[in-house]
Each structure stands twice: as C-alpha cells, then as structure tokens.
C-alpha cells in the first residue's frame, strides 16, 4: 500500500516539478485589419476593411497587457545603429528585399559613411526575371512568386548592380503603395500558357516578362545620373565598394548536418542555395550577439505568426503556455519547423539592442511590414518590431551578416 501511494505521489509531483506552472495568460479578440486593411489595401484596391465580418474568426493570442515591455525606441538608444526610418513594402511578399536593402545601406554607412538609399524595387524586378529564366530552363519545374531570401540581393547586385531609390522607385505615377497582386497573377497566368502550350522560346518568354514588369513597376534605367555623375546599374553598385563576398548567411537547424554548408530547404530558396553555414543554436545566437554587441546590424528571417508575437505592443514574446523559455534548444527549433508552426514567413532587419535590468537581450527590429504599422504613424516605433532573446532563439531561423561575425567558427566548417 505503501508503494503504491510513493507511486501516485510521484507522478502527481513530477509534472509540477518538469513543467512549472503556466503564468502567461491568452485571450480571444476580433481580428483587426489594421494598418494593412485600413491603408494599404484601401489605396490600392478601394478595400473594405469590415467586408464579411461574420467569416471572420477571433484570434488567440498572448495576453500582454500589463507587462512592463521595452517597447520603445528611445530604450535602445545607447545601441540603435544607423539606418533610414522604416518604409512600407505595400501589398507584396518582398519583405526579404526590403530588410536586406536595408542592411547593406546600413553597411554603406557603417564603412564608408555614406547615407544612400538603395531602390528595393530595382532588385525585385530582376528577381522576377531570374525566376523566370530558371523557369524556362527547368521546364516549368521552378517557383516564380514573390518571395525570396536575403542572398538573392547580393546575386542580383553582383549581375545586374543596383540604382538609388530616386532614380527607380518601382511605383507607377499616382501609386502611394506597392501591389504586386495583378503582375504576379498576370506573371503566373502566361507561364501557366507557356507551359501547357510547351512553347519554350527563352528570348521571347524574358522578353514578354520584361513587358508585364515594365507595365506594373516602370522600365529600370539602363543609364542615369546621380550626384552630377553618369552611371550604369553596374558602376553605381561599383561606386558603393561594398565587397559581397564580405556577407554570409547562417543557419541552424537540425536536418542538416551542423558545420556544415547545406541548403535552407524552404520554398523561397527558390534556387535552392547551399550556402548556408549551419551552426547549432548557441553558436548562432553568440553570432548574433558578438554582431550586433560590435555595431553590425543584420539581416534576419524567421516566423512572425506566434500567439506571443503581438500587433498591439509590436513585441514578440515565447509564451510560457508555448515552451518555458529555458526549455529552448536545438530540438525545440527543429521540432516546429518540422511540424510547420515555423515558417520562413519574414524578413527583418536588426538594427539595434538593449538589456533589461535583469541582463536580458532585446532586439530592436526594423521591420517593413503593415503589422509594425498598427500605431500611430507619428510614433517613434511605427515600422519597428521589439524582440525577446526566446523569440530569437526559438522562431528566427536565418540571417545574413557580415562575415566578420562568423570568423571564429569558421575553421570549424568542413571543406
């Protein structure tokens, strides 16, 4: 009798004693448009934000009301890196453009002191033509959408160059938004055509691509003038002096051997690059932390779509009814994207940080996403997102950095 009571015992007390109890709380709320509804889809589409109300079901989301959050920009002050103020990518998927721009203009900065604004949108439309082109040459057996990843911005500067944003924005006369949604449809619609009519005239299909990009987002300039100096795409990208080969890009994850260089297998990868240095967890947050501690900013990507990551307080959070913070590890990484509640949804960009009192990291995130945009846009934190160390450890699978901040690890690497 005894024994059996020892038994009970011990199983009532070793969940209490493994798990904890929960102490973050969640609620239900009516789905809110938001900036994306209310702004962006109305100036592009004379959207109605409130159109079938009854479809729409209550998200479940972490309760952080209450909370004393650093959610504000002059907190990171001490640390907030230089970068222009936040812009909008509208209603497209090219979130990866926008954050890596974003870096390198960082990067311009922080080596040569030179403040120029990039065009995002020049390197977009090359990317539509280099998916595309592997299109033709696979055969229909490659993605052509809009999204991608942070290395395709060094690959389409080192073939085609860049611009600055005043000489090609991508917007259309009157255009106060990006929308990609009729030219990815219209883009998808004629290959679609291509490929049942198995018609594969290379020069013909780019040059029809050419044509439905030119009327949607503006022929690029072959030749301007910036500064009172003449220049090609490919000399302005030369006049900048930024080396690509400078820039590397990290993840970890566990179905790929770690130290090695391997292939982030996820849909935007579209070209299937296998340049990514895999490291386990720790070391991947001891890069990130020795780069953005040492004044380098960088260029992340992850998942935004958790019940911690919050539209109200543009704060992300690992509820502890998700996972305790402190059970976070390799496998609890790989466990989610495995089983898909960790996407590769989103690209951010880091430009600074902070501690709390207790010695934690935050992250202060550049962000050109509507759900950054749910303030008021006179806010100092409109188009900025704040990040907790376990949302980073847990739900941010790459990055790109400079390769400096990889240079302890790197002999580790098998050849």
Not at 297 to 302: C, F, L, P, Q, R
Not at 310 to 315: A, D, F, G, I
Request: with cysteine; proline share 5%; charged share 25%.
């Amino acid at each position: 009798m005894k024994k059996i009571f020892y038994a009970l015992f011990i199983m009532v007390l070793l969940p209490a004693l493994s798990f904890g109890q929960s102490n973050d709380k969640a609620v239900f709320v009516n789905p809110n448009p938001g900036y994306y509804g209310n702004v962006i889809m109305k100036s592009v589409h004379a959207y109605d934000a409130a159109q079938n109300p009854a479809e729409q079901q209550k998200v479940f989301e972490m309760d952080q009301s209450g909370m004393n959050l650093p959610n504000k920009v002059a907190d990171y002050k001490a640390h907030d890196y230089w970068h222009f103020p936040p812009i909008s990518q509208g209603n497209t998927g090219t979130c990866w453009c926008f954050s890596t721009t974003s870096f390198f203009e960082s990067e311009e900065h922080r080596l040569y002191n030179k403040d120029v604004k990039i065009s995002e949108m020049f390197t977009v439309y090359w990317e539509y033509v280099e998916k595309v082109t592997r299109y033709v040459e696979t055969r229909g057996n490659s993605r052509v959408e809009e999204g991608s990843e942070a290395n395709a911005v060094p690959r389409i500067y080192s073939k085609y160059g860049c611009v600055p944003e005043s000489v090609y924005n991508g917007l259309l006369p009157g255009q106060k938004f990006y929308d990609h949604s009729k030219l990815i449809a219209e883009l998808q619609n004629y290959l679609a055509h291509v490929k049942a009519s198995d018609d594969w005239n290379k020069s013909e299909i780019i040059a029809t691509t050419k044509s439905i990009l030119d009327h949607y987002m503006g022929t690029p300039p072959t030749e301007f003038e910036y500064d009172g100096v003449k220049y090609t795409p490919e000399s302005f990208f030369k006049s900048l002096k930024l080396n690509m080969d400078d820039y590397v890009d990290v993840l970890s994850y566990m179905q790929k051997p770690f130290w090695q260089q391997v292939e982030y297998q996820v849909p935007d990868n579209w070209w299937h690059s296998k340049d990514y240095y895999n490291v386990p967890l720790k070391v991947y947050m001891d890069i990130i932390n020795h780069a953005i501690e040492n004044g380098y900013t960088i260029a992340i990507g992850g998942d935004v779509s958790e019940a911690g990551f919050s539209r109200k307080t543009n704060v992300a959070l690992i509820p502890d009814f998700d996972i305790p913070a402190n059970y976070i590890n390799d496998e609890a990484r790989q466990f989610r994207f495995s089983n898909g509640t960790t996407t590769d949804d989103h690209g951010m960009h880091i430009v600074g940080y902070m501690k709390d009192k207790s010695g934690k990291m935050w992250y202060l995130i550049k962000d050109s996403s509507s759900g950054s945009r749910n303030l008021d846009p006179n806010s100092p934190e409109f188009g900025y997102y704040f990040f907790s160390t376990p949302y980073m450890e847990l739900k941010m699978m790459d990055m790109m950095v400079n390769k400096d901040a990889l240079k302890p690890y790197l002999d580790k690497f098998k050849k």
